[in-house]
């Protein structure tokens, strides 16, 4: 079974996460809101099913899981076919990119981010998310990885390793944040925002490409 599987057979399953974990979701989406630009042509890699792409504002959104397409075009991202190591956009054409929580099923980070690098214009703006394994959440999830139809088969990253994946790849690191501080998705009430790493088990890192 390829990282794709999953979510092809069980994109339902996925997008109703959202509506069970909102308030987990909404602080995700609140943590990223202060790092993707408002303005100019925007891409998420590894779009899903739009939870972010639509309600950021993020125009145009890539996924191989066509299922997973259908419920992105239906909340009004153009949604694409391609997987995230070799994106099917010309060079230099965005002027932002988003990836949330793709970093951990990719089957090569060092090539999404150089494909990333590639689609966005001199400066452009690549913003990802993800779930730190060092936090407290993160070796939750690894201890449970087996339990999950969609974190089996992940390779999370600590936030130290994205951010030399990041320098390396040709991007220049603007600022992190994060938010969820516990260890379960499971939370009753919106989680704040807060600069830094390192307590927070979602972690957002702005960074620009370098020219």
Not at 30 to 58: H, K, M, N, S, Y
Not at 69 to 79: D, G, H, I, Q, Y
Not at 83 to 93: D, G, H, K, M, T
Request: net charge negative.
């Amino acid at each position: 079974m390829t990282r794709t599987a999953p979510f092809e057979r069980h994109h339902e399953q996925y997008d109703e996460w959202f509506e069970r974990h909102r308030a987990a979701y909404v602080s995700e989406l609140l943590a990223l809101r202060p790092f993707v630009p408002v303005q100019g042509r925007g891409l998420e890699i590894g779009v899903g099913t739009a939870r972010f792409a639509a309600p950021l504002g993020v125009q145009v959104g890539v996924d191989p899981a066509a299922p997973m397409l259908t419920l992105a075009r239906a909340r009004a991202v153009r949604a694409v076919a391609g997987v995230a190591e070799a994106l099917p956009f010309a060079s230099a054409v965005f002027d932002h990119a988003l990836v949330v929580t793709t970093i951990c099923f990719v089957d090569s980070p060092q090539a999404m981010l150089a494909e990333a690098h590639r689609v966005l214009a001199p400066g452009g703006r690549l913003v990802i998310g993800f779930i730190d394994r060092d936090s407290e959440l993160g070796q939750h999830y690894l201890a449970h990885r087996l339990e999950s139809v969609f974190y089996r088969d992940a390779t999370f990253h600590s936030a130290s390793e994205v951010n030399g994946l990041l320098r390396d790849s040709g991007f220049e690191i603007r600022a992190w944040a994060q938010t969820l501080f516990g260890g379960s998705p499971d939370i009753p009430e919106i989680q704040p925002l807060q600069p830094g790493s390192g307590t927070g088990a979602f972690v957002v890192v702005a960074a620009d490409r370098r020219t």
